[in-house]
C-alpha cells in the first residue's frame, strides 16, 4: 500500500499526532503518520540500565544538541534560561518526559501584571 491515498496526514508522531491519528483512524478514516525520528524499543530505554543516569545526560539527554542522533538538528538556545525537551522520534518527547509537574505559585497567576508577558489568570491563586 506505499502509493494509497490518504485522506489526512499528520506530521509528528508525539503525544498529540499520535493521539490524533489514533482517534481518527479508530473512526474509521485513512491516515498516514509522519515522523522524523525511528521507533525506539522500549527495552533500550536508559532506565533499563544500572548506567541510566550518565546515559540521560548524554545519548538519551532532552536537548538535541547534546544527544546529537541522526534525526535530530541543532536548537539555538544562546538568548533564553529555557531548554527545550525535544526527541525526535516515534512518541517525540514523551520518550524522555519525566513526570515532571512544577506546582503554580501565586505569582504565575500576575504574568502580564507582574512580568508585562502572556496574559493574567482570570481568577488567583487564591480562588483556585
Known amino acids: 500500500m506505499p502509493n494509497e491515498p490518504v ?3 499528520i506530521i509528528g508522531a508525539g503525544a498529540s499526532g499520535a493521539a490524533f491519528a489514533w482517534s481518527i483512524a479508530d473512526a474509521g478514516m485513512s491516515v498516514l503518520c509522519l515522523e522524523q525520528g ?3 524499543k522500549q527495552s533500550d530505554y536508559p532506565t533499563n540500565n544500572l548506567d541510566w543516569e550518565s546515559r540521560a545526560a548524554t545519548e538519551w539527554s532532552s536537548s538535541p544538541n547534546i544527544r546529537g ?3 535530530d538538528y541543532p536548537v539555538n538556545q544562546d538568548d533564553t534560561p529555557i531548554s527545550p525537551l525535544m526527541f525526535n522520534a516515534v512518541g517525540g518527547s514523551t520518550i524522555a518526559w519525566a513526570a515532571h509537574f512544577p506546582r503554580l505559585k501565586p505569582r504565575d497567576f500576575r504574568v502580564h501584571s507582574d512580568d508585562g508577558v502572556a496574559a493574567d489568570w482570570p481568577i488567583d491563586y487564591e480562588t483556585l
Do not use: F, N, R, S
Open 7 to 9: 485522506g489526512i496526514l
Open 38 to 40: 525511528p521507533w525506539i
Open 69 to 71: 542522533m541522526p534525526a
